[in-house]
């Protein structure tokens, strides 16, 4: 997260499948409230379990809407089998509603 432009990563089984949801808030509530050092820290302690997500066939518009019934800035995007396929954000609704608007590229 410090060296790409990230505030969340989505937590991920062996068959890719998200089990859960890491924000950099999250990392350092963690390491606040427990006290200790980020190397002391697992993941599974600080990341939310609950994982709102939609499919690739879902519209921008359903996205945009459980995003916000959830107040959420990313949103894992689940394949076929469950697998994870992407990550949309609110950047990406952003930047798509400009080019429909402007009928160019973001």
Request: net charge negative; proline share 5%; aromatic share 2%.
């Amino acid at each position: 997260m410090w060296e790409e432009p990230c505030g969340a990563v989505p937590v991920l089984d062996d068959q890719r499948r998200p089990v859960g949801f890491l924000t950099d808030r999250d990392i350092c509530m963690a390491a606040y409230t427990q006290g200790k050092p980020l190397e002391e820290l697992r993941v599974e302690v600080a990341m939310a379990r609950k994982v709102v997500s939609c499919t690739a066939e879902d519209d921008l518009d359903s996205a945009a809407q459980l995003m916000q019934q959830n107040r959420t800035r990313q949103l894992p995007v689940i394949g076929s089998g469950g697998t994870l396929v992407g990550l949309l954000s609110r950047d990406d609704l952003a930047c798509e509603a400009v080019r429909t608007l402007r009928g160019g590229v973001c």
